[in-house]
């Protein structure tokens, strides 16, 4: 699995889910998102941009 060949990065994932859900967006820690037709595009773009800017936190703390 990805998980076998990929080093964890147990500090970065965990920063990662607590920054995005500062900023209003819970992700399940399963790693299994559903998209719905409650989801509209608006919706949508702004979980993108918080996963954007969640990982631009996560690489400004140096932990990506």
């Known amino acids: 699995t990805f998980r076998d060949t990929q080093p964890a990065n147990r500090a970065a994932e965990e920063a990662f889910y607590a920054l995005l ?6 992700l ?18 702004r979980a993108a941009a918080a996963m954007i800017e969640s990982l631009d936190d996560c690489r400004a703390d140096g932990l990506l």
Do not use: K, Q, S, W
Not at 21 to 26: C, E, P, Q, S, T
Not at 28 to 45: G, Q, R, S, T
């Open 21 to 26: 859900l500062d900023r209003g967006v819970l």
């Open 28 to 45: 399940p820690a399963f790693h299994v998102y559903f998209l719905a037709a409650a989801h509209d595009e608006a919706l949508i773009d």
